[in-house]
């Protein structure tokens, strides 16, 4: 069955510092794979998403980078934090073609102090 | 692109008594209409979905219709239960495998 594995859970990083979260999948091959944000009280705002390892989709511009090294490895990074980049981040992967559902770690919590 | 509007951001209901969250497209070209739910500091998790060749889908308690015309499908929870009570979300997805999701409607059950 597959898996989808994320860390750390929570986060308290201070502002300019850098940062990397990490996803990874079990299980499956040539996945969609996803970054959401959640802020506090609001809806899933989609990041980055990718097809295959290098392909990087950026949905908004922002103060963080993703990156895909590996077919089931899906790095979120910042080289310096913000206070507004806090939130709730999800990664998420689906089958890469086809209409099928998107499957969602259990989030990293971070906040900027 | 995309673009998913749902409605209300919050709703309460009496336990036992239905509830209905609704939610907008913009895409023509989207085909595929998942809902969500998400409990407190989890994951959101897949409740039902559906797709663009049919109308309306059931399973046990909760229902999704999609009316493509107007771009626009609603989920139906019924006899409503405390343990209901979460967020929802639903989404949509087009072009290039993308997912859009709504801005999420906080569902409480009074007992």
């Known amino acids: 069955s597959q898996t989808i594995h994320q860390w750390p859970a929570t986060l308290v990083q201070p502002v300019g510092s850098p940062l990397s979260l990490e996803c990874t999948v079990e299980g499956t091959s040539n996945p969609n794979l996803y970054w959401y944000r959640q802020a506090a009280g609001r809806g899933l705002q989609l990041l980055f998403y990718s097809v295959g390892i290098g392909q990087i989709s950026s949905e908004v511009p922002q103060n963080l980078s993703a990156s895909r090294p590996q077919d089931r490895q899906f790095i979120l990074s910042s080289k310096k934090l913000l206070l507004s980049d806090s939130g709730f981040y999800l990664c998420?992967?689906?089958?890469?073609?086809?209409?099928?559902?998107?499957?969602f770690g259990q989030g990293t919590r971070l906040t900027v102090v | 692109g995309e673009n998913v509007e749902q409605h209300p951001s919050t709703l309460s209901v009496q336990e036992g008594d239905s509830a209905v969250i609704k939610c907008t497209y913009s895409?023509?070209?989207?085909?595929?209409f998942p809902w969500y739910k998400q409990e407190l500091g989890k994951g959101p998790q897949l409740i039902i979905d559906?797709?663009?060749?049919?109308g309306e889908k059931k399973d046990q308690r909760i229902a999704v219709t999609l009316n493509k015309t107007a771009k626009h499908f609603s989920l139906h929870i019924t006899e409503t239960q405390p343990e209901d009570s979460a967020v929802y979300f639903c989404a949509a997805r087009a072009e290039a495998q993308k997912l859009v999701f709504g801005q999420g409607t906080r569902l409480t059950i009074n007992p």
């Open positions: 998420a992967w689906s089958v890469l073609l086809g209409n099928t559902e998107a499957f």
């Open positions: 895409d023509s070209a989207s085909n595929y």
């Open positions: 559906i797709r663009s060749n049919v």
